[in-house]
């Protein structure tokens, strides 16, 4: 079968770092993506792993583990424009299909 | 500018209607795909296609139906058979079927009447 995994819902401080972590299972692995999703809203690309590591991006970093089937999103210095549902999706091998999580609810207090 | 376009934004359904939502993309993209977010329940695919007259069933078919005709255009019709309609509709794009991001229209919420 097939299955992504994340929390549903976190909750940051503003300033503070926080890790999202997102867990799979699928038929071949062609990928990974991180979106970003305002409530309302289109979701909006943040990053893409194909390769076993870390790629940063700014205040954003994503990691990935091929053999773990396991990748997190590391949002630092956070803002409270980052609150936002946060997608993992992963592209299967077997079609090409990209498949998503059900998201996670990132919620920053001042 | 280039992008995706989903219209309309907001959609009313009666009961035994079809209704088609609107996609199109000026980016030269070849793989065009529809997606339906119900809360809680993180995007699901409904239909995809790689290139021009030529589509696949995503994992929620069953009530929908598409055409690609036209690079530019991916239509979704929602038929009187999807009996639950209600969701946010997301049409997207890539620039080729592998590697590549995708890139998403701004979403068409429809509700029944």
């Known amino acids: 079968g097939q299955n992504i995994d994340q929390p549903t819902e976190m909750t940051a401080t503003e300033g503070a770092i926080v890790q999202i972590n997102c867990t799979y299972q699928?038929?071949?692995?062609?990928?990974l993506f991180w979106y970003q999703q305002h409530a309302g809203e289109a979701p909006t690309f943040l990053s893409y792993?194909?390769?076993?590591g870390l790629e940063e991006k700014g205040r954003f970093s994503s990691f990935l583990s091929r053999s773990k089937g396991y990748s997190y999103l590391l949002l630092k210095e956070l803002q409270m424009k980052d609150s936002a549902s946060y997608l993992c999706?992963?592209?299967?091998?077997?079609?090409?299909?990209?498949?998503f999580g059900k998201g996670t609810r990132l919620h920053i207090l001042p | 500018d280039g992008g995706i376009t989903q219209s309309p934004k907001y959609l009313f359904r009666k009961e035994g209607q079809n209704v088609t939502l609107s996609c199109e993309q000026n980016l030269n993209h070849d793989a065009m795909y529809w997606y339906r977010q119900d809360p809680g329940q993180g995007l699901r695919l409904i239909y995809y296609s790689q290139i021009v007259n030529d589509f696949q069933k995503g994992d929620i078919a069953e009530g929908y139906s598409v055409s690609r005709e036209k690079k530019e255009s991916f239509p979704l019709t929602v038929t009187s058979a999807q009996k639950n309609p209600t969701a946010f509709y997301l049409c997207?794009?890539?620039?080729?079927?592998?590697?590549?991001?995708?890139?998403f229209g701004s979403g068409t919420q429809l509700s029944v009447l």
């Open positions: 792993n194909v390769l076993d």
């Open positions: 997207a794009s890539s620039a080729t079927a592998t590697n590549e991001k995708l890139f």
């Open positions: 699928t038929s071949g692995f062609n990928g």
């Open positions: 999706a992963v592209r299967r091998g077997r079609d090409d299909k990209i498949i």
